[in-house]
T-cell receptor, first 114, second 115 residues
Framework: DAKTTQPPSMDCAEGRAANLPCNHS???????VYWYRQIHSQGPQYIIH?????ETNEMASLIITEDRKSSTLILPHATLRDTAVYYC???????????????WGLGTSLAVNP | SAVISQKPSRDICQRGTSLTIQCQVD?????MFWYRQQPGQSLTLIAT?????????ESGFVIDKFPISRPNLTFSTLTVSNMSPEDSSIYLC????????????FGNGTRLTVT
């Protein structure tokens, strides 16, 4: 599975958009990009995933570059509750459809400030 | 999405003892996994819990130390055996529902402290 690179920390003002970047320059054609976050003392929470098209759900938007070598998670109106560690992961299944394990980095620690 | 419940949420145990962590999913899932998250670190996969057969362990993890059961499609247990302080960690159960490339969902973890 492709490795990802994320900044270790970011700050964002409450009410503003938080844009979290992720580089995955070795991503292969069948690998999806997944974003999770982990709020202190909780298990990771799935946010969104995509293959090559931009995606949006009730939590966030995912923008994937045309060459798929990087992506950005956008929290449109960050709140204090969005303070968490955000993980970007790429993963695809093999030809048999079996699950490849996720490789978790250290993520980006996002601090939303009042 | 699946809701995953883990018990206990935390425990303090003496070295040399064992602790069994339970993971219950509110729906049938195809795959269940156990992770460890040591203080200040990211997640490390311990094993894949296979329904009706032996778990598949990752490098560095062995069945004698981390026996796993998965008797059906909604339940799994992880035992941390013969504990030492180095086993102090958060242990997380996760599961995937639906088709290939569906996301993982996680329980809130078990915070284990070994004294």
């Amino acid at each position: 599975d492709a490795k990802t690179t994320q900044p270790p920390s970011m700050d964002c003002a409450e009410g503003r958009a938080a844009n979290l970047p992720c580089n995955h320059s070795t991503i292969s054609g069948n690998e999806y990009v997944y974003w999770y976050r982990q709020i202190h003392s909780q298990g990771p929470q799935y946010i969104i995933h995509g293959l090559k098209n931009n995606e949006t759900n009730e939590m966030a938007s995912l923008i994937i570059t045309e060459d798929r070598k990087s992506s950005t998670l956008i929290l449109p109106h960050a709140t204090l509750r969005d303070t968490a560690v955000y993980y970007c992961i790429v993963r695809g299944g093999d030809n048999a459809g079996n699950n490849r394990k996720l490789i978790w980095g250290l993520g980006t620690s996002l601090a939303v400030n009042p | 999405s699946a809701v995953i419940s883990q018990k206990p949420s935390r425990d303090i145990c003496q070295r040399g003892t064992s602790l069994t962590i339970q993971c219950q999913v509110d729906s049938q899932v195809t795959m269940m996994f156990w992770y460890r998250q040591q203080p200040g670190q990211s997640l490390t996969l311990i094993a894949t819990a296979n329904q009706g057969s032996e778990a598949t362990y990752e490098s560095g993890f062995v069945i004698d130390k981390f026996p796993i059961s998965r008797p059906n499609l909604t339940f799994s247990t992880l035992t941390v055996s013969n504990m030492s302080p180095e086993d102090s960690s958060i242990y997380l159960c996760s599961a995937r529902t639906g088709v290939r490339n569906s996301p993982l969902h996680f329980g809130n973890g078990t915070r284990l402290t070994v004294t």
